[in-house]
Structure formats: C-alpha cells, structure tokens
C-alpha cells in the first residue's frame, strides 16, 4: 500500500516569506509526527498529533512555526516569516493506534531552502 | 532529557567485512531502543529495534542486543554488502513518551 508521503519535495523561499508544508499519512494512521533534520544532523522532534489534536507541541522551536490536522489525516506545517536557519529537510512519519508506541514510518521529507 | 550518542562516521568498509556501529543512551526508565537507516535517495526505513532490556533486535543480518547496564545498542552485522551503503541512526523512544530521540547518524560506505 501507500508509503506516508510529503509535498512539495523541495521547497526554496526567501527569508521573510510564509510556507506550508503537507504530510499525507498511511490511511488509517491515527499518529502523526514532525520531526526536522538539519544537515550532518539525526532528525529532531518538533510536534505529534493525536487524530486531530496534537498531543505534543514540546519540540517546536518558536511560535513562528504551526501545524495542523483538521480531519485527522492530512497534516500541514506552517512556518511564518521564515529565517535562513530553518533552512533543513522536515520529516513526517505516521503510526497506528493511539498508545503512541507503535513503529513510526517515515515519509521522504520536504527539503526546504531559505535564501 | 533523553539523549542518544553515536559514533561518528563515516566508516569505510570493503565487502564482507564486519561492522559496528556504537550506539549508547541516556534516559529515564526503560526506553524502546531502535536502528533506522537511511538509503541514498530514500526515507528512514527502521531496521531493528527492542523494547525490553536484553533483548536483541535482528533484520537482514544486522543485530544489535539492548545492554541496559551499559545503556547501549550497538549495531552489528558480519559481512556487510555494498548495498548496505547507507547512513544508520540510532534512536530511543521513552517509556512513557512516543517521539523518538536521535543519534546524529553514521555514515556507512561499502566499497567492492
């Protein structure tokens, strides 16, 4: 069946600017997870989501970024006046059930450029 | 916190020779330990894992055995492929969490 996927595969913007990244989990996922990873580094936790709620926010790194999963499937990362240092590939991986201790599968990240 | 260090690569191999990659841990509790590896062009696929304190995780020939009393996980295989060429991160899941925390990954290249 279908693997988590992400869109865009590479995103480039410039500093300042607003982008919104998607995370399409494997149907029936109720978990959903961010994570970012910057080069030479392993990924890093920014927020999981519950079905629609997210359950852990602890890893966002400010308020400028958010994310969303209105219908508890489809998830959305936004990051507001975005700095050259968010520059990094973000990851989505998805799990079933709800105890939180299942395997995560990971997508192939969106890799974002800030100029 | 919870924190996973792991040796730093790149590691040069030629096939069939046999690796480790070291891997140990800080945490609370008793955390779910796990290997994921990143192909070339690919996502992080998990590997192997172990959730209790002296088990031993094994998939395609890789092993590696939860050592709590050296809080380690170190990953193992004994005749490695080219196509095992690929970056390997080590990672633990709290007892009572579900993000996962991440080695800064290993760099594996295997030469014919």
């Known amino acids: 069946g279908a693997g988590v996927s992400q869109t865009p595969s590479n995103k480039v913007t410039e500093k300042g600017k607003y982008v919104e990244l998607r995370c399409d989990p494997i149907?029936?996922?109720?978990?959903l997870y961010w994570y970012r990873q910057s080069l030479g580094q392993g990924p890093e936790f920014l927020i999981y989501?519950?079905?629609?709620?997210?359950?852990?926010d602890s890893g966002l790194p400010n308020d400028r970024f958010f994310a969303v999963r209105p219908e508890g499937s489809v998830s959305t990362l936004k990051i507001q006046r975005t700095e050259r240092g968010d520059s990094a590939v973000y990851l989505c991986?998805?799990?079933?059930?709800?105890?939180?201790?299942?395997?995560?599968?990971f997508g192939p990240g969106t890799r974002l450029l800030v100029l | 916190g919870n924190s996973v260090t792991q040796m730093e690569g790149p590691v040069t191999l030629s096939e069939e020779a046999f690796l480790t990659i070291n891997c140990t841990y800080t945490a609370t509790g008793y955390p779910s330990l796990f290997w994921y590896v990143q192909y070339p062009g690919e996502g992080l696929q998990l590997l192997l894992k172990a959730t209790k304190a002296d088990d031993k995780g094994s998939n395609k020939g890789f092993e590696a055995t939860y050592r709590k009393e050296t809080t380690s996980f170190h990953l193992e295989k004994g005749s490695v492929q080219v196509s095992d060429s690929a970056v390997y991160f080590c990672a633990l899941r709290g007892a009572a969490g579900n993000k996962l925390t991440f080695g800064g990954g290993t760099r594996v290249l295997v030469k014919p």
């Open positions: 991986a998805s799990s079933p059930g709800t105890s939180g201790q299942e395997t995560q599968y």
């Open positions: 989501f519950q079905g629609t709620g997210a359950a852990d």
């Open positions: 149907s029936g996922h109720t978990a």
